[in-house]
């Protein structure tokens, strides 16, 4: 059984940032390949960012691009989302998602969620 845990989320002002950090247990971390997703109030799911296993390919939203950051330590067992100049249309819960499979390799596309573990989530809230 693996179990994905976010955390890191909370209230910032516009302009602001916030780091989100996620990591799993029951499995092998270095196996996984990770996702950021967030679902805005009264909105679907979306990608917000991915990263391979070993980290050497990432990729991001358009609307992450240039304000987000994720990267992973595989000795620590943790994936992090940097978010910087946070705007409110970021306001979402944000969670972390990970698969053994093939992801985020030669494309990305936020729609695609055929991730295999997902966590509850952590809520980013920015104010205007």
């Known amino acids: 059984q693996v179990e994905v845990v976010e955390s890191g989320g909370g209230l910032v002002q516009a302009g602001g940032s916030l780091r989100l950090s996620c990591t799993t247990s029951?499995?092998?971390?270095?196996?996984?390949?990770m996702g950021w997703f967030r679902q805005p109030p009264g909105k679907d799911r979306e990608g917000v960012a991915c990263?391979?296993?070993?980290?050497?390919?990432?990729y991001y939203a358009d609307s992450a691009k240039g304000r987000f950051t994720v990267a992973r330590d595989n000795a620590k067992k943790i994936v992090t989302l940097q978010m910087d100049n946070l705007k409110p249309e970021d306001t979402a819960r944000y969670f972390c998602?990970?698969?053994?499979?093939?992801?985020?390799?030669?494309?990305?596309?936020?729609?695609?969620?055929?991730?295999?573990?997902w966590g509850k989530g952590t809520q980013v809230t920015v104010s205007s």
């Open positions: 990263i391979r296993w070993n980290g050497d390919t990432t």
């Open positions: 998602a990970a698969t053994p499979f093939d992801y985020c390799r030669r494309s990305y596309s936020p729609q695609d969620q055929t991730m295999d573990y």
């Open positions: 029951g499995g092998h971390f270095e196996d996984f390949n």
